[in-house]
């Protein structure tokens, strides 16, 4: 009887391993892509059902073309623009959720960094883009100016009501550093809700990922350094990374470089030319904190995330002399790496 009973186990474990087998090996990498946000937004779904992961990322691309409707400040015809329209009038305005929840979450990290993460800098946005493509820096009068209409604490939440106002004149709203993660968030919760584990979604230097593809220990992600050149590769899962820096966006005038991200405390375009990762959880925690840590530098930014486990920062940098540096908490020190 004991012969019979390991020749059943035997053939029970084979049947196991061979079903098994087959249902990783069926699961295919499919893969998608839409302009969103003024960037290509791609979504990479495992599934062994082509159909349904078309499905699903069609879903997740109209979900994020929602919340670009609701966030753009591009868009006049925005809940983001409306509201901003509103600035100075005394009167508040019933947001969305989603909105609501972004602005929240920029408002609380403008309070820890003192204002350098500011969803109120638009009016100073606007003016530095407006010089990006004159290819002049703006006078030092339209600086002050925009800046002074700006300042995370007078924007006004009301989490009972759901409402929001701005109670200075000329305030404008700008989400660039946040509105993308929170979209990633999204995008790929809605995935995971219709079934699928092993995803990536990313926008503009921004990834999320769930479950490693299969078979693997990871989905390996390349990190760029200051002369967009890959300096080396990671591996990641259930977490995202978010990129922030002026490798693409920047202005050059009278020898000096600009970027394209503002200092909020000051309304000037930052100078220092800095390249930060930051790895979290969440994709919108990511986008933001990478964003800040650009604006206040090496040693604030370690201290900024100081205490945190779960979160991984490299800061690349050029010193006085020219030469990139490199700075990084204990958590990015740890991190898996791929062996080149």
């Known amino acids: 009887m004991s012969d019979v009973m390991n020749l059943f186990r035997y053939f029970l474990f084979s049947f196991f391993l061979f079903y098994s087998g087959t249902y990783v090996s069926a699961q295919k990498k499919h893969e998608f892509s839409r302009p969103l946000m003024g960037m290509a937004f791609r979504i990479v779904i495992y599934s062994e059902n082509s159909s349904l992961a078309s499905k699903g990322a069609k879903s997740a691309f109209d979900k994020v073309a929602i919340l670009n409707k609701i966030m753009s400040d591009y868009d006049s015809t925005s809940e983001l623009s409306r509201l901003s329209n509103l600035a100075g009038s005394g009167k508040a305005a019933r947001i969305s959720d989603s909105l609501f929840q972004v602005l929240q979450a920029g408002q609380l990290l403008g309070g820890r960094t003192d204002g350098a993460f500011d969803v109120t800098s638009g009016a100073s ?32 939440l009301d989490k009972s009501l759901k409402t929001a106002e701005l109670l200075k004149d000329g305030m404008r709203l700008d989400l660039g550093g946040i509105a993308k993660g929170f979209a990633l968030d999204e995008a790929f919760k809605l995935l995971i809700s219709k079934g699928f584990s092993k995803v990536l979604v990313s926008a503009g230097g921004d990834i999320l990922v769930g479950e490693p593809p299969p078979g693997k220990q990871g989905w390996k992600i390349a990190l760029l350094g200051l002369g967009d050149s890959v300096t080396e590769y990671i591996f990641l899962k259930n977490c995202a990374v978010a990129t922030s820096g002026d490798l693409f966006q920047f202005l050059e005038f009278g020898g000096k470089r600009y970027s394209h991200i503002i200092d909020p405390r000051t309304g000037a375009a930052i100078s220092e030319q800095r390249l930060v990762h930051v790895l979290a959880p969440k994709a919108m925690q990511a986008d933001s904190l990478a964003t800040a840590i650009s604006v206040i530098g090496q040693k604030d930014g370690l201290r900024l995330v100081a205490g945190d486990k779960r979160l991984a920062v490299r800061i690349a940098f050029r010193n006085k002399s020219g030469q990139v540096k ?3 908490n204990q958590a990015f020190k740890a991190w898996p790496r791929v062996d080149e």
């Not at 990006?132 to 820096?137: I, Q």
């Open 125 to 156: 946005t606007r003016l530095w883009r407006q010089a990006r493509r004159l290819k002049r820096v703006p006078p030092e009068d339209a600086i002050k100016i925009a800046n002074n209409s700006s300042g995370y604490r007078y924007l006004k």
């Open 326 to 328: 490199k700075k990084s």
